[in-house]
């Protein structure tokens, strides 16, 4: 069966359904990964029914009509090395598609695509009308077939780049008879002062409104496409080079600050904070200094880079490379 014939138009809004979290449905993390760690989550379903895009916290990690979760990965290094997706419930697989190639969607790519924006994935029927749907698998790695019957958690396939998209993730879409359900607020209660009580997850997952995904070392401001593969820091500088650090954070919302500071041997050697001046999904913030004329002391120099937002740091990360 193609996966095709399988989409659901998204152009629907989640809404109010006439059922209680507390029935047996319910689902477990659909990919093998460490959340805030190994993974995090880029986008949540869309629920404002304007053209104004909101998530289930009124924030800004979601865009006009988005039907589902994004679980990204922080680099395409750590999709290359292969991260499972994974069922989330019980259930009938309905339907696959395994035959995308990975690539990062330009719109010179849309004829290719030609409506198949979910690229590989897997659709699967649970009882009482509930249906999962999983996309971007990584080409070939789809390891279910249609009507083979599956558990909670069994192995999918992979994450990958295909369909459109522009950074390797999962998208999981949840339905039940054919209405989008947002897993984070199934009975659309929350407001933007009151989070939701009740999810669908079995065990609670964090939803945090940004943070960084990676930061390091480098002898120049890198190219933000090495930043995006995983390539982009060093380890090991040279005395008579720049050094700059750099963070790549998720979730920037104008007036955020992005504050890079790094250290030397003998104590504080650089420190900025840049005010952002728009809303991004993705966000690369670099600094540093040219070398003094006698060179950089041998040494272990220590970078620290942190998001904030009003009085609150989001995200902090540390690293550290060595001055031979």
């Known amino acids: ?70 679980f990204g990965l922080p680099t395409l290094i750590a999709m290359e090395a292969g991260v499972e997706v994974l069922a989330a419930a019980d259930g009938t697989v309905r339907g696959t598609r395994n035959d995308m190639r990975d690539v990062i969607y330009t719109d010179a790519l849309s004829g290719e695509i030609n409506g198949r924006d979910c690229g590989n994935g897997v659709v699967i029927s649970h009882d009482d ?4 749907q999983y996309c971007h698998l990584k080409e070939g790695s789809a390891t279910v077939q249609s009507g083979q019957t599956i558990t909670a958690g069994t192995p999918l396939g992979l994450v990958g780049l295909s369909g459109r998209t522009q950074f390797p993730h999962l998208h999981i879409s949840v339905r039940r ?26 065990n609670p997952i964090d939803t945090p409104q940004g943070g960084f995904l990676a930061s390091g070392f ?43 500071s790094f250290s030397g041997p003998d104590g504080p050697l650089f420190e900025t904070r840049d005010v952002l001046d728009r809303t991004q999904a993705l966000t690369m913030r670099a600094g540093g200094l040219n070398a003094p004329d006698t060179g950089w002391q041998s040494g272990t120099y220590i970078g620290t880079v942190e998001h904030i937002r009003g009085d609150t740091v989001l995200s902090r990360q540390s690293t550290q490379a060595t001055v031979p």
Request: aromatic letters at 10%.
């Open 129 to 132: 009308g509930w249906e999962t």
């Open 1 to 70: 069966m193609r996966l095709a014939a399988l989409l659901i138009s998204c152009a629907m809004p989640a809404m109010a359904q006439d059922f209680s979290v507390t029935q047996s449905f319910s689902l477990a993390q659909p990919i093998d990964c460490i959340l805030g760690d190994t993974c995090y989550i880029q986008n949540y379903v869309d629920t404002d029914p304007s053209e104004t895009a909101s998530d289930f916290l009124c924030g800004s990690l979601t865009y006009d009509t988005h039907q589902g979760t994004d």
């Open 177 to 202: 008879d054919g209405q989008v359900i947002d897993p984070f607020d199934p009975q659309n209660t929350a407001t933007c002062d009151t989070p939701p009580t009740e999810t669908l997850w079995a």
């Open 218 to 260: 480098a002898d120049k401001i890198p190219e933000y496409e090495m930043v995006k593969a995983g390539t982009a820091g060093v380890s090991q500088l040279l005395s008579n080079t720049p050094i700059v650090l750099w963070g790549f954070a998720y979730g920037t919302r104008s007036d955020d600050v992005i504050a890079i």
